[in-house]
């Protein structure tokens, strides 16, 4: 009877071990499940349509930077700003969302609250809220999402910079933005047969490192959609064309233009420099084409471009620091025309210009058989 009792005795604080070991194994689950729930990417909602961004006073910059990029693969562009991390902790923080699909927002805090901060864009279409920012997680419900955002918000972010926005309208199917656009590069011209006068030693063929040409424009960009911009640029645009043969000076005579062999005429001389400078006041038009919805998104367009002829002159360099200079207008066409090409990819674009029409006035140019063409290439930044 007593060995019963001692079995019994043994069983039931085997069964009280067991059921202590499973209550604490289920309470380190649910504090594993409580880290869980405080991921800032919330994988249940994504399966649903609703991509998630939560952000703690715990969470770390690395953390914050694959928030980054698992937002850049949806296409959203994240941004922090106003970012302070102190001992570990955010003590203050802006982000800033655009889901390139009409939504966007900014939310700042200076004291995250327990249940965090971040943004939801819900996909679906029977979405009451499609967009929300800032304060919209409940910690009372377990870190679910409180799609109205609080107005009734603490003192604590009661200051300027503890203001939440969230913009819940889509843009507008038409857009329009402007910016200065500069943009440099190098000149040089064609001949009828679109031959380089280089190719059969001309004396007006030109150095095409030092032939350059550059402008500022007043960039106006009118968006219809996603996908399509029409620019709008007016401005100014200088063409130089530098002589490879520097001891010809480009001059004005009675029927056309004159390149004086100054090794005949002013032989004392050591010729450094000879070029002739135009500047144009500038209109383009270029369709522009984005392989995606960002404004970072590669780009391709092409459209004419017009140009008024508001100056020229020649300058002539040599030794001694001695210049010609000379305004004139050298017999060049007062009005041009032609066509740009554009490609770009993030904040830089690549450009090309032809003139369909000539640089001087029918037979004026420095061989009149041979009417040349401005092309130029660069950079716009």
């Known amino acids: 009877m007593k060995n019963i009792i001692k079995i019994s005795l043994i069983v039931c604080l085997g069964l009280l071990n067991v059921m202590a070991y499973g209550q604490s194994f289920n309470a380190q689950n649910k504090q594993q499940k409580l880290s869980l729930d405080q991921a800032s990417i919330d994988t249940d909602f994504i399966n649903e349509g609703v991509f998630t961004v939560k952000i703690f006073k715990s969470t770390s910059r690395a953390e914050l930077d694959e928030f980054k990029e698992e937002a850049d693969k949806r296409n959203i562009d994240l941004k922090y700003t106003n970012l302070e991390i102190i001992s570990g902790e955010i003590e203050a923080i802006t982000i800033e969302v655009d889901c390139n699909d009409g939504f966007s927002g900014t939310a700042s805090t200076t004291d995250i609250p327990d249940s965090g901060i971040g943004f939801i864009r819900d996909y679906r279409e029977n979405a009451e809220v499609p967009f929300a920012i800032g304060r919209i997680f409940d910690q009372s419900k377990n870190g679910s999402m409180n799609y109205s955002s609080d107005d009734n918000d603490d003192d604590e972010f009661d200051t300027a910079f503890n203001k939440e926005k969230s913009v819940k309208k889509r843009k507008s199917f ?173 904040g830089i674009d690549l450009f090309a210009t032809y003139d369909l029409s000539p640089i001087f006035i029918e037979d004026r140019g420095p061989e009149a058989d041979y009417p040349l063409r401005a092309i130029s290439f660069g950079v716009i930044f």
Do not use: C
């Open 174 to 346: 038409f857009g329009y933005d402007n910016d200065i656009e500069f943009s440099i590069g190098l000149n040089n011209y064609l001949n009828n047969n679109n031959q380089f006068p280089d190719n059969d030693n001309k004396e007006y063929s030109l150095d095409p490192i030092t032939s350059w040409t550059y402008g500022i424009h007043s960039n106006h960009v009118f968006r219809t959609g996603d996908y399509v911009r029409f620019k709008f640029q007016f401005g100014l645009q200088w063409n130089n064309f530098a002589l490879s043969d520097n001891r010809y000076q480009i001059t004005k005579g009675g029927e056309k233009v004159d390149l004086v062999d100054t090794e005949v005429t002013r032989p004392d001389i050591s010729p450094e420099r000879s070029k002739l400078n135009i500047t144009y006041l500038n209109l383009n038009f270029i369709p522009m084409f984005h392989l995606g919805k960002s404004s970072d998104a590669f780009r391709f367009g092409a459209g004419p471009f017009g140009s008024y002829r508001i100056g020229s002159k020649s300058k002539f360099k040599y030794n001694d620091n001695g210049k010609d200079v000379v305004k004139n207008n050298f017999y060049i066409n007062n009005w041009k025309y032609g066509v740009k090409a554009q490609i770009g990819w993030k």
